[in-house]
């Protein structure tokens, strides 16, 4: 069948399960646009205010399917306007396909109008990047975008597409990609990455370091052909064995469960391993959500903004299990206490943060899910009476202010009440987003949209009108704040027109608040630049754009409101709090356990 | 430092150059030598690279350049120092 090239990226985007794509139009990408048009029943089109509220809208509508989110901009300024959007899609593994227009072919390289040069650009935020300059190759090349975004480690892939390439035809077939390098490290071979069977041309993760000879370059002239070889028992996969052993003798075990978690859907592995071990579990920021919040040895978070249970405990433990985290420095501190005097054990997928930011004890590389379900088998059930009082010690130290009053931790929680375990919450980035993560009661798997390893200011309208959409339009709750939400608050014309039901809740404390925290540490309370001082009436500019707005001073007055939200529409609150609450507890950067303040 | 070499087996297409090169310019560490040339098979090209690391380094880039979708294959080539 003969088709443009416009209608191969549709044919193929539904061939890859699309059925929902956020983006933005313009001179480079209409043919794109007037097939979504003609195709409109197959595939709905999510008009965002700026492309990039679409890049993070595409991001969280795959943070809560596990499927790559889809995002479309034309050339120039439309591509550059995803770039913030595509690193923070990049730095949280999160699976996104970014298709944008460029000018035709024989314009390329001419500094044409609208012309950017976007896969040079964001080489170094994408796991790859393609332009498409014959007509034959773009069917594989959308194919083949979707299997990168979504396999191994997730994450963002962008295709540029030239005009005159979506106006030129040819055959079309429905190519599916073929199965690359990602294959070697994902969940049906795991521990193929360091197997001396594995083919070296099929996989270049092969390559022991430690012993240059092992996978020659010499050999590979030829096409690369894969030769997976299923690991199907613990002496196959590099450290098992070792990790085993360690954990069976160990007396105060620890896990330290990130985001590789959920990207593999190990979370009844996850608890089972904590109940076989009798180990309390911490998390990353990216972790959270992978155990039920009532679940007695679930700590929360640990790291600069962790629960202090959570933090003391990895602190004491005598092993470590760490599960797809990459042992970021916000989590960290200072690496050389926290390695000290404990094994570590790391599972991760990618062989390349084995051994980056913690040279761990022993290493496993490969899918979690996988990894776990071995281990599982292997381990025999413990039950250290001592740690877990302990534990408990530590939980009781932490305790829960119960402050009356006006606080981000009240707010928080007569939101949640008023919530199910499957709320999308999303959040922005800030005070407000820690005092989220510590005082929210997690819900269900994947529904925490949050920027961890960007820290972009501005994620959270677009992440939920994403996750909003991808959760059947149910309700969706947003805590941002003053800073956070005048960053892209023009989102909000797209969650009116969508009708979608979002609750923003604004922390409204006047100030950049957590970046004055720092100041008020570290700088001798210097507040260069992070007094707002603004006038902004958000209820009144919520009711411009078409939303419900609303401002509280009181609980009282919050709790009223929240109690008479109109539906199917958005609905902002503002909520006023004092300029000088600050997250605690908190290690300060660069520090340890020891230091911690709380 | 010790210097080390980089054997690369990639794909011989326009633009391959640069994501491998940008991925040492990204953590600062410069390039000595570079050869590149195509195979016997013009879909892929070898190259040599000699820069200056570590065993932390070595093996980051090494790594690293393994998840590169147009790398093929990489090695870490015996030590070049005397």
Known sequence: MELTGAQIIVEQLCAQGVTTVFGYPGGQILPLYDELYKNADRITHVLSAHEQGATHAADGYARVTGKPGVVIATSGPGATNLVTGIANAYLDSVPLVAITGNV????????????????????????????????????????????????????????????????????????????????????????????????????????????????????????????????????????????????????????????????????????????????????????????????????????????????????????????????????????????????????????????????????????????????????????????????????????????????????IEAVRRRHSADTVVATDVGQHQMWTMQYYKMGNPRTLLTSGGLGTMGYGLGAAIGGCIANDRKHTVLFTSDGSFGMNLNELATAVSQELPILIIILNNGVLGLVRQWQNMFYEKRYSQTTLNRKTDFPALAKAFGAAGYRATDMQQLEDILDGLPAGMPAVVDCHIDMDEVVLPMIPPGGTVKDIIY | MEKFAVELLVSNHYGVLNRITGLYARRGYNIDSLHVNETENPEYSRMLIVSKGDEYIQTQIVRQLSKLYDVKDVALMARVNP
């Open chain 1, 104 to 411: 035709s072919i024989p314009l390329l390289g001419k500094d044409s109008f609208q012309e950017v040069d976007i896969v040079g650009i964001t080489q170094p935020v994408v796991k790859h990047n393609f332009v498409v300059r014959e007509i034959d190759k773009l069917a594989f090349t959308i194919s083949e975008a979707f299997r990168i975004a979504s396999s191994g480690r997730r994450g963002p892939v962008l295709v540029d597409i030239p005009k005159s390439i979506q106006v030129e035809s040819c055959e079309y077939a429905d190519v599916q990609a073929v199965s690359g390098k990602d294959a070697t490290i994902d969940a049906d071979t795991a521990g193929e990455a360091a197997s001396p069977a594995a083919s070296p041309a099929a996989s270049p993760a092969t390559s022991d370091v430690a012993s240059p000879a092992a996978s020659p370059a010499t050999s590979a002239a030829a096409s690369p052909a894969t030769t997976p070889a299923a690991a199907t028992n613990a002496a196959s996969i590099p450290g098992l064995e070792q990790a085993i052993e360690a954990i069976s003798q160990c007396e105060r075990p620890f896990i330290y469960a990130g985001g590789g978690i959920l990207a593999s859907g190990a979370e009844a592995e996850l608890l089972a391993l904590s109940d076989k071990l009798s180990a309390p579990v911490g998390f990353s920021m990216m972790g959270l959500t992978s155990l039920p919040d009532n679940y007695m040895l679930n700590l929360g978070m640990c790291g600069m903004h962790g629960k202090y249970a959570s933090s003391v405990a990895q602190d004491e433990c005598d092993l470590m299990i760490a599960i797809g985290v990459r042992f970021s420095d916000r989590a960290t501190g200072e690496v050389k206490a926290f390695k000290h005097n404990r094994t570590i054990i790391h599972i991760d997928i990618d062989l390349a943060e084995i051994g980056k930011n913690v040279a761990a004890t022993i290493n496993i590389c490969g899918d979690a899910k996988k990894v776990l379900t071995m281990l599982l088998d292997a381990l025999p059930e413990k039950h250290n009476v001592s740690w877990l009082e302990r534990i408990e010690e530590l939980k009781q130290v932490e305790g829960s202010p119960q402050n009356g009053g006006f606080t981000p931790k009240n707010i």
